[in-house]
């Protein structure tokens, strides 16, 4: 068995490269974005990919190649079933409801018009999302028709960038203010508010369509849990202040006894179901305490997890310790190979 890796500075391939090494897992590193990376794989059991939603040519390609390779016989990670509808909200939406999971109320129009008639007669406040974006980015609380239909006119007219300079700004600044950024990153954020991204350069503007989520009020935190396989580790979230958004917010409970198990039956529950090897789940409650998903997603923030205590197994028996999920995913990934 062999493993071809893709290297992403800060991403999941560092941990399987050391994981590899410990453990005397024979593999390489390539470089996806070769035009012959087809062949570069073809001596290999296995390929993995951590594939960003913010860097364009991961955007562009990953997907693509991971599927072709999927349907050469070679396993993947993210698979098929792990990863189509990754940083796609609507897509999310729409596997969600197709599997009846708690998933947050969520509407999706393609039609001005019926956009606009939705608007004047639902009730507020709503949640405005783009289908791409993570960390709350592209993110805003509707307080009333007014604001949504200002938000429809554009969906459907000029669009909306990629990266919203304003929110960075202010996230930046936000956290300088706490001592969880430096002066050099609000520096950056001001460069960015004149000067995109490279990605926001690149990628087209959202249009065409307009998304929006029930406000669910009361939470001052999220749960984000993470299952790969039948193990499963999470955070507590808590929310800016002055605001309703958790993700992102780098304000983090790691302590295991503030985590819902409701929340980790639903989630060991849908990865059962959808066969997925690693998917983290956003949860929130509704007024009776259910949980309740806010969106889903293959990919994480490796420095946000290290501190997790411990795992829960799929019988919810807690297991005290160090965790590495990135060895697990490679382990599910061998055992797959041989199925």
């Known amino acids: 068995m062999k493993i071809a890796i893709h290297h992403r500075q800060g991403g999941f391939s560092d941990c399987w490269i050391a994981y ?23 001596d290999c059991n296995i390929f993995m990919w951590h594939h960003h939603h913010g860097q364009f040519k991961d955007v562009l390609t990953a997907k693509k190649i991971l599927f072709a390779l999927e349907h050469a016989g070679i396993k993947v990670f993210p698979d098929f079933k792990t990863g189509w509808h990754f940083d796609n909200k609507v897509a999310q939406k729409y596997l969600l409801e197709a599997i009846n999971a708690p998933l947050v109320p969520s509407y999706v129009f393609y ?6 008639e939705w608007a004047k007669k639902t009730t507020y406040p709503k949640v405005f999302k783009l289908k791409g974006g993570a960390g709350a980015t592209n993110v805003k609380l509707v307080n009333n028709s007014k604001d949504a239909i200002n938000l429809i006119n554009r969906a ?17 600044y936000g956290k300088f203010k706490k001592g969880h950024d430096s002066f050099l990153g609000v520096l950056k954020a001001l460069g960015r508010f004149f000067i995109g991204t490279d990605f926001s350069k690149k990628q087209p503007s959202e249009k065409g369509y307009i998304y929006f989520q029930e406000f669910i009020p009361n939470n001052n935190f999220d749960i984000r849990i993470i299952v790969i396989g039948g193990k499963a580790f999470a955070i507590k979230r808590m929310v800016r202040e002055n605001d309703f958004r958790a993700s992102g917010s780098g304000n ?6 503030e985590i819902n198990l409701k929340c980790l039956e639903v989630a060991f529950e849908i990865s059962d179901k959808l066969k997925t090897q690693c998917l983290a789940y956003d949860f929130i409650f509704d007024i009776n305490g259910n949980p309740l998903i806010v969106e889903i997603s293959y990919g994480f923030s490796v420095s946000g997890y290290k501190d997790c205590p411990g795992y829960w197994d799929n019988f919810l028996q807690w297991h005290e310790g160090s965790i590495d999920p990135y060895g697990w995913m490679i382990e599910q990934i061998k055992v797959e190979n041989f199925l």
């Open 20 to 42: 590899c090494k410990k453990n005397n897992i024979d593999y390489k590193i390539v470089n996806a974005f070769n035009n012959d990376i087809i062949k570069e794989v073809s």
């Open 111 to 116: 039609d001005k018009p019926l956009a606009l």
């Open 156 to 172: 459907f007219g000029k669009g909306f960038s990629q990266f919203d300079k304003v929110n960075n700004l202010k996230e930046r």
């Open 252 to 257: 983090i409970i790691y302590n295991n006894s």
